[in-house]
């Protein structure tokens, strides 16, 4: 069967079409990237850079695929709510149990968090053992950029884009807090999660990404 064809891609457009990205070297690990609302394209691209083999992730078939999951930014309320409507919670709560290697950034942060600091509730996927503060820098107005020292990568400080970025409150015991701001936690790792506060995949800075897909391989993704 012919594939369909492809749409062109507008050049600075972030959202038509599939990107051009580099051929997956074999044995790359399956990366996914949370694909319900955010911006997921850049994760994509990024994932590809780094060497890993990217792919939308929109239902629990796609969810059991991957070998290691990114959840991108966008809005956490929405996000999940969707993961709600298309049944993917439960699935995706019990593959971080197990151990799947999982990037939030952003709103994905604020998702893998195991507590929001707000009086109501809305659906999260948790994991990690912290409370997190949604919009805690402010509103759009106050998104802002900063380099960050980020311990244990190499080769300087990390430019950072915070858009209505949360910041975490509160860490449990095995939360290793990697890069902060103004004193509030906004890089953090616990086992096999790693979040971050801002939106690592709108720089070209991929150390980051490169760091997440070399833990995954690590922890068994890839060579097959
Ligand atoms: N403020 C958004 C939320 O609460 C997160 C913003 C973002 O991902 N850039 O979900």
């Known amino acids: 069967m012919s594939r369909p064809p492809r749409r062109a891609w507008v050049p600075g457009s972030r959202i038509v079409g599939e990107p ?100 109501f509730d809305q659906p999260v996927i948790g994991g990690l053992d912290v409370t997190t503060r949604r919009n805690a820098f402010g509103n759009q107005q106050a998104s802002f950029e900063a380099d960050l020292d980020v311990s244990g990568l190499d080769g300087g400080p990390v430019h950072a884009v915070f858009i209505r970025a949360p910041w975490i409150v509160e860490t449990g015991p095995g939360v290793e807090v990697l890069a902060s701001v103004d004193g509030h936690p906004v890089i953090v790792r616990q086992g096999s999660i790693l979040a971050a506060a801002f939106h690592p995949e709108l720089t070209d800075d991929d150390r980051l990404h490169a760091a997440f897909v070399a833990a995954a391989v690590e922890a068994g993704a890839g060579g097959r």
């Open 20 to 119: 051009e990205r580099p051929v997956p070297p074999e044995g790359a690990p399956l990366v996914g990237v949370l694909a319900l609302q955010g911006d997921v394209y850049e994760h994509l691209n990024a994932l590809a850079r780094c060497g890993a083999h990217a792919s939308r992730v929109r239902s629990v078939a796609d969810l059991a695929r991957v070998e290691a999951l990114v959840i991108p930014g966008g809005e956490s309320t929405t996000i999940g709510k969707l993961l709600g409507l298309f049944d993917m919670m439960e699935p995706l709560r019990e593959r971080v149990r197990a151990g799947m290697p999982v990037f939030g950034t952003c709103a994905g942060m604020i998702l893998l968090s195991d507590r929001l600091d707000q009086d």
